[in-house]
């Protein structure tokens, strides 16, 4: 069984940074494409950014140059460096890995954390 569980999150002022962390267990991690998502109250959940097996990436056009995705196969964790952090980054952060190509559209996922809030104050 496929589990995710997302660690890291926390309270920040405006240009802060934080690092989330995604540890996986259960299925051969280096196999799947991985992302993190997002979603504040009242709003549809984005992808934030994509790391493939290869490593390569995708990012949401307004983390771009602030955040980074990457991944420890050996540890079998994914992680979010995110820099520069803005009030309109609050959400709570989720990681979610799938197989195939890396997405940015939240319906292509196979497996889902919990979630860990991250909250930028101005």
């Known amino acids: 069984q496929v589990q995710l569980a997302e660690s890291g999150g926390g309270s920040v002022q405006a240009g802060g940074s934080l690092r989330l962390s995604c540890a996986v267990s259960?299925?051969?991690?280096?196999?799947?494409?991985m992302a993190w998502f997002r979603q504040a109250p009242g709003k549809e959940r984005e992808g934030v950014a994509c790391i493939e097996p290869d490593d390569s990436t995708t990012y949401l056009d307004s983390v771009k140059g602030r955040f980074t995705i990457s991944k420890d196969n050996a540890k079998n964790t994914l992680y979010l460096q995110m820099n520069s952090l803005k009030p309109e980054d609050t959400a709570m952060y989720y990681c979610a890995a799938k197989f195939g190509g890396c997405s940015l559209y939240w319906g292509g996922y196979d497996y889902w954390g919990q979630g860990t809030q991250v909250t930028v104050s101005s």
């Open positions: 259960g299925y051969t991690y280096s196999k799947f494409s």
